[in-house]
């Protein structure tokens, strides 16, 4: 009996996906196991093993779709022994074959198999509008329904399909009703057996406008879309409140060389990052009231800093997480880091090390950028933003000098975290940046 490959459901918040590459194809043996293709989150791709045995009889879902749905079904497995030339397409009824056109983009292929599906399922086993001949039945969409090879073998013989009664399910076209029937009328064109009306790209946006100028228009990436989708919500319906301080950095960048000596034979080299996660999460334990999350009638009180920490990737960006911030060594962060940003810019970071975390970490120093309000990262209650470190004039000891000096910027979650609370947040954090020496104790 085929056996149904779905779309899987690679993390718990998982809704749909782009099916980025098949390893296999049609014919191809697999065992428990196998990697039979690549797939898109909307954070990551990752690899989608099989669960049984057998050959690939159908592809239902061509790569470099998108939009995939979880539980689709995206390919047909047949058992051993079966021949796979015979095995149907799993599901409620044949899909239609994927539109080979380029002006049909995959994620419309795919609408077009799912509403034929669903079409296919609610149509009933007779039709008052069927004559006593028996002509096929239609979809709404005037769709023959008919498997894939019944299509294949009536194009062969020169069959007009709308003139064929089908003894399959809800009336359906197999490939014995085709076998069996006589060439009478010439075959409509090719295109008479394709929907009705050819899918057209979509049209942009009534609020986009080109104005004549030279353009190109490039479709968003599931991940992109995530993040339009999250931080809109996050300014909508989060009351950001934001806090701005300047620290000193000469005692942390003189700890960062001295340490970055004695680790060089241990192949660890520490980032200003690395302390400033580390200062993050000392901060958040010390002033618990800002790890936190706001949840509805409820808040959630963290009992440890988990600090999600803001990468930049090619698609867009993610926030791998340094778990128990404030009690791992400097050394380990850095070691973490280092391994968790290479993952994420490979898009093979797992689910659990991206989802999650108590507070985030921005870091836009590295591209000279004095200060930014970073858009905090629900249903976390804030995120740090870090500006560029410079030379500024800058009053110690009662007298003006010149001093290395970088401006943080807190944004807070104002249902969660009163100002007060988020001030006391943002003066431990000044605190452990000026005298460095808390964060290697």
């Given amino acids: 009996m085929p056996i149904a490959i779905k779309m899987p459901a690679l993390s718990p918040t998982m809704e749909e996906g782009t099916l980025a590459k098949w390893l296999v194809k049609v014919g191809d043996s697999v065992s428990s196991g196998d990697i039979m293709a690549e797939i898109e989150t909307d954070k990551a791709t990752m690899e989608f093993e099989a669960v049984d045995e057998g050959v690939i009889a159908h592809i239902q879902v061509e790569e470099g779709t998108e939009g995939v749905k979880v539980g689709t079904i995206i390919a047909t497995l047949a058992e051993d022994g079966e021949d796979v030339s015979d095995v149907e397409p799993a599901g409620d009824g044949a899909s239609p074959e994927p539109q080979k056109s380029e002006s049909a983009e995959p994620v419309e292929a795919l609408s077009s198999s799912s509403s034929a599906a669903s079409e296919e399922k609610s149509s009933p086993s007779t039709s008052s509008g069927q004559s006593e001949g028996g002509t096929a039945p239609k979809t709404s969409g005037d769709r023959i329904i008919a498997s894939p090879l019944a299509k294949r073998?009536?194009?062969?013989?020169?069959?007009?399909?709308?003139?064929?009664?089908?003894?399959?399910?809800?009336?359906?076209?197999?490939?014995?009703?085709?076998?069996?029937?006589?060439?009478?009328?010439?075959?409509?064109?090719?295109?008479?057996?394709?929907?009705?009306?050819?899918?057209?790209?979509?049209a942009a946006p009534a609020e986009a406008q080109d104005f004549g100028i030279p353009h190109e228009v490039e479709k968003l990436s599931g991940m992109r879309k995530t993040i339009a989708r999250r931080l809109t919500e996050s300014k909508q319906q989060v009351p950001h409140i934001y806090l701005t301080v300047d620290i000193r950095l000469d005692a942390l960048l003189k700890l960062r060389s001295e340490l970055n000596a004695a680790l060089e034979s241990q192949g660890v080299k520490l980032s200003v990052n690395d302390l400033m996660i580390k200062a993050l999460g000392k901060s958040l334990e010390a002033v618990p009231a800002c790890n936190v999350q706001f949840a509805g009638d409820t808040m959630l009180k963290f009992s440890r800093a988990d600090v999600s920490v803001a990468v930049s990737i090619p698609n867009g960006l993610i926030t791998p997480i340094v778990t128990d911030a404030g009690s791992k060594a400097v050394?380990?962060?850095?070691?973490?880091?280092?391994?968790?940003?290479?993952?994420?810019?490979?898009?093979?970071?797992?689910?659990?090390?991206y989802q999650g975390g108590t507070a985030s970490l921005s870091n836009m120093g590295m591209f000279g950028i004095k200060q930014f309000e970073a858009v905090i990262n629900p249903p976390q209650g804030m995120i740090m933003a870090i500006g560029a470190g410079d030379k500024r004039p800058y009053v110690v000891d009662d007298s003006l000098q010149i001093a290395s000096v970088m401006s943080a910027t807190g944004s807070f979650d104002h249902r969660a975290i009163d100002g007060a609370d988020g001030a006391q947040l943002m003066k431990a954090f000044k605190e452990m940046i000026e005298a460095p020496l808390g964060l290697v104790a």
């Fill in 331 to 353: 050394s380990k962060i850095s070691t973490e880091m280092k391994d968790l940003a290479t993952r994420a810019k490979d898009g093979k970071l797992a689910p659990e090390e």
């Fill in 153 to 202: 073998i009536a194009e062969q013989k020169g069959l007009d399909l709308s003139a064929i009664k089908g003894s399959g399910p809800n009336g359906r076209i197999v490939k014995a009703d085709v076998e069996d029937a006589k060439p009478g009328a010439a075959a409509p064109a090719p295109a008479a057996s394709a929907p009705a009306s050819t899918p057209t790209p979509a």
